[in-house]
């Protein structure tokens, strides 16, 4: 199981905003930069953010992401039919069993 | 550009072996890690483990340790992930990623994905 919570859904209608939390501990979210990944249906993974807020080239900024002490946020402006997905969220866990943990997954329903 | 291409599905029996394949392209090879992410049917990403290809230095992830074998070939681009004795459990997608670590050592990410592997294993 991950040690990265995030709901298992969140919906809203198109032009509305979205937000999905992934909350960690000090030994992971505390202590490092969070990623964000969008999975379109049967696709391969996309980075969407990184290092807490930094969008790649081509990522248009309807997406935003931040943290806070343990817990990191993205968030989804002007939500369109493009972005049902599953959303997760990634960092480095340098607990006892050091390695890089996703998120439990968010799907993105566009209602 | 950068490109990963992985190789095709793979449908195999218990107890058989596998390697399957990761090409990159459109960057220095050996200068970048390479990881591989565990996807099973309906469930989420799972870090399997990240090989540099430059020395092989490789680290697993401790669901993943002793279970596959991850490797690189520098001379040709191509990382590989490999089972010696596959189980129905090993069932999934199986995707291959280059993974970014910053020199500070606190920004850790997967920057460009290859297509995925399916891997079925069933009798």
């Known amino acids: 199981q991950s040690v990265l919570t995030q709901p298992p859904s969140v919906s809203a209608a198109p032009g509305q905003k979205v937000t999905i939390s992934c909350s960690g501990s000090?030994?992971?979210?505390?202590?490092?930069?969070v990623s964000w990944y969008q999975q379109l249906p049967g696709t391969a993974p996309k980075l969407l953010i990184y290092?807490?807020?930094k969008r790649p080239s081509g990522i248009p900024d309807r997406f935003s992401g931040s943290k806070s002490g343990t817990s990191a946020t993205l968030g989804i402006t002007g939500l369109q039919t493009g972005d049902e997905a599953d959303y997760y969220c990634?960092?480095?866990?340098?607990?006892?069993?050091?390695?890089?943990?996703f998120g439990t997954g968010t799907k993105v329903t566009v209602l | 550009e950068v490109q990963l291409v992985q190789s095709g599905a793979e449908v195999k029996k218990p107890g058989e072996s596998l390697k399957i394949s990761c090409k990159g392209s459109?960057?220095?090879?050996?200068?970048?890690?390479i990881g591989w992410v565990r996807q099973m049917p309906g469930k989420g990403l799972e870090w399997m483990g990240i090989?540099?290809?430059?020395?092989?230095?490789?680290r697993y992830s401790p669901s993943f340790q002793g279970q596959v074998t991850i490797s690189a070939d520098k001379s040709i681009s191509t990382a590989y992930l490999q089972w010696s004795s596959l189980k129905a459990s090993d069932t999934a997608m199986y995707y291959c990623?280059?993974?970014?670590?910053?020199?500070?050592?606190?920004?850790?990410?997967?920057?460009?994905w290859g297509q995925g592997t399916l891997v079925t294993v069933s009798s």
């Open positions: 290092e807490n807020n």
């Open positions: 000090s030994s992971n979210i505390g202590n490092n930069y």
């Open positions: 459109g960057y220095s090879f050996t200068s970048y890690w």
């Open positions: 990634g960092t480095w866990d340098s607990s006892l069993s050091v390695s890089y943990v």
């Open positions: 990623a280059r993974f970014f670590i910053a020199a500070a050592g606190t920004s850790y990410y997967f920057d460009y």
């Open positions: 090989i540099y290809p430059g020395d092989s230095d490789t």
